[in-house]
């Protein structure tokens, strides 16, 4: 039984990694999850310099999902160099790096930076809901969305994932543009924005007033746009969202996904990654399936 | 590298000790090494409630591996947790954060104050604590509970917003009033007791450490939710900004600001 799979290159021993955001550079997780066994660690975003983010409170919980807005807090890409990469060097996992900035300068001094670090692939977030510059201003314009991504490719030596926002009305456009703009594999979704209201106080439930909705209330439009996007691109998708168990983890990829990420649900579940990892080796006995690859877009 | 785990814990007991405040004993591993000052995360059955609820931990015996999680019903979560009889299973994660330092309070005067749902945490550091005198101040709105206990650990002095029982108005009006001199606070509670003890504590010359909380996603470092301003850069973060879980929830009054 095979579950390795290629992105742009680059091989993962499974197709199960870790949403940027809700894993930190892993090094916390890693006393619940044995990080060798995940296909690969995607680290909280990282600027060129350091960012305190959002005022508290950042999060709200609310049915089947949170809001958040941190905003990007972040210890600056040279703290990030010299503690975080060598951290994560130590297992056997692949290493994606999310790349957050307020400019486009600042995008690419971060690629610059990591172009000679053992890291292994680039996700470029241009969908973070939650800071006032950058993030989804450069996500929600396919002009802009396809300029990011040439720009930042001048600067890489890794391949690039960019990482597509739902907040659109088409978000094949965005794809179309970030594939022609050069992009390796996009991402997808980021958070959908939303709110809440605590009505007993009469005031917002987080500080920022508007979050990035995660969790499993958003996966049947994560579904959706990976659907969408496959249909639309040829280049390779990480399809996230919601996932909790393998069997979503399995709705993306056959709804044509290539890997897939476990954010939110790890706040729930500190292993749930490796639940979804055995899970689709279980799927793929059931169902005699010799290599995950052959259930990729599977449903047509 | 990965030796924690969520654990199923067993309910031991639970009743309501005072109005919509619950007292759960539970069995797990946690209380091998638990100290006073940490807390658990609790995960609810219903599993559209996605986060944990972090609960300070109120009394640890180590002997039976158990632990007293003593709660307000605020929520759904907590609702759904008061609703727990004995035998049945409670997914609890730690102990987590870090607890009291003790050591400062050796051979010196100690007020251990705790406020409204702040007050379980400083039973087991009431039990525990090691000073040459201590005194508890609890703030409550009317009722009170825990204070039997408390008063089996030291001078117990409480004080009620309507002047029911104790001093009438708050924790710092309950130490002036009975003239409480010491060298040391301890102290859990809403964030205007923390502050208004922050003050007092500088204007005393006193040590003063406090147990802050905030709304949690992970409780384990990881997300970031919830930070706390700090005076000085925060070795983790490069920003002025300590995460709650993870450096605290016990924090030096002087180095955050609140």
């Avoid at chain 1, 973070?128 to 989804?136: D, L």
């Avoid at chain 2, 931990?57 to 632990?67: A, M, P, S």
Wanted: glycine share 8%; net charge neutral.
């Amino acid at each position: 039984m095979n579950t390795s799979i290629k992105l742009a290159g680059v091989t993962l021993k499974n197709p199960v990694m870790t949403a940027s955001g809700t894993f930190g550079s892993g090094a916390e997780y890693s006393e619940f999850v044995d990080l060798n066994q995940l296909g690969a660690v995607v680290t909280k975003g990282v600027a060129n310099i350091p960012w305190p983010g959002n005022p508290t409170p950042r999060i709200a919980e609310v049915s089947s999902g949170m809001l958040n807005a941190i905003g990007l807090q972040n210890p600056g890409i040279d703290v990030f160099m010299k503690r975080d990469i060598p951290f994560l060097q130590q297992y056997d996992t692949k290493i994606i790096v999310n790349v957050c900035g307020k400019t486009t300068e600042d995008y690419c001094e971060v690629v610059e930076k990591l172009a000679d670090c053992p890291v292994d692939l680039l996700e470029i977030n241009i969908s973070c809901p939650n800071v006032k510059e950058g993030g989804i201003a450069f996500g929600q314009n396919p002009k802009s969305v396809e300029a990011i991504t040439r720009e930042v490719k001048k600067y890489a030596k890794q391949p690039i994932i960019m990482k597509l926002s739902p907040n659109v009305t088409d978000i094949t456009e965005t794809a179309k543009a970030a594939e022609a703009g050069g992009a390796d594999v996009l991402s997808l979704i980021n958070t959908l924005t939303g709110m809440k209201i605590d009505v007993e106080r009469q005031r917002f439930a987080i500080a920022n007033k508007t979050g990035g909705l995660s969790g499993p209330a958003i996966k049947p439009v994560a579904v959706r746009m990976v659907y969408q996007v496959a249909n639309a691109v040829k280049i390779p998708l990480i399809g996230m969202g919601g996932i909790c168990n393998a069997e979503d983890a399995l709705e993306f990829i056959l709804a044509g996904a290539t890997a897939v990420s476990v954010g939110t649900a790890n706040f729930s579940n500190p292993n749930t990654t490796l639940e979804v990892v055995d899970g689709i080796e279980d799927y793929m006995r059931r169902h005699q399936v010799e290599d995950v690859k052959d259930l990729i877009g599977l449903v047509k | 590298m990965s030796e924690k785990v969520k654990e199923s814990a067993v309910i031991v007991s639970q009743e309501e000790i005072s109005l919509n405040i619950y007292s759960m004993w539970i069995e797990t591993k946690a209380a091998k090494t638990a100290v006073p000052g940490q807390f658990v995360a609790l995960y609810s059955n219903d599993k559209s409630r996605m986060l944990p609820r972090p609960i300070s931990i109120c009394e640890i015996d180590k002997k039976n591996n158990r632990l007293r999680l003593v709660y307000r019903v605020v929520g759904k979560g907590t609702e759904e947790f008061s609703t727990y009889q004995a035998g049945a299973n409670i997914d609890i994660l730690g102990p987590l954060g870090n607890g009291f330092p003790m050591e400062e309070a050796k051979g010196k005067k100690a007020i251990i104050v705790g406020g409204g749902i702040g007050v379980p945490p400083m039973l087991e550091l009431a039990k525990q604590l090691d000073a040459q005198k201590k005194y508890i101040v609890c703030g409550y709105r009317d009722l009170l509970f825990l204070d039997n206990e408390l008063k089996a650990n030291g001078e117990f002095y409480p004080a009620t917003e309507n002047g029911s029982v104790g001093t009438k108005g708050t924790v710092i009006d309950a130490i002036k009033e009975n003239k409480i001199d010491a060298d040391v606070i301890y102290a859990c509670g809403p964030m205007p007791m923390l502050k208004a003890l922050k003050e007092y504590a500088q204007a005393n010359n006193m040590q003063a450490w406090i147990s802050l909380e905030e709304k949690m996603a992970c409780g384990i470092g990881a997300c970031l939710a919830c930070v706390c301003k700090t005076t000085q850069k925060d070795e983790h973060t490069n920003v002025n900004n300590a995460r709650i879980c993870k450096e605290g929830p016990v924090f030096n009054a002087k180095e955050v600001e609140i």
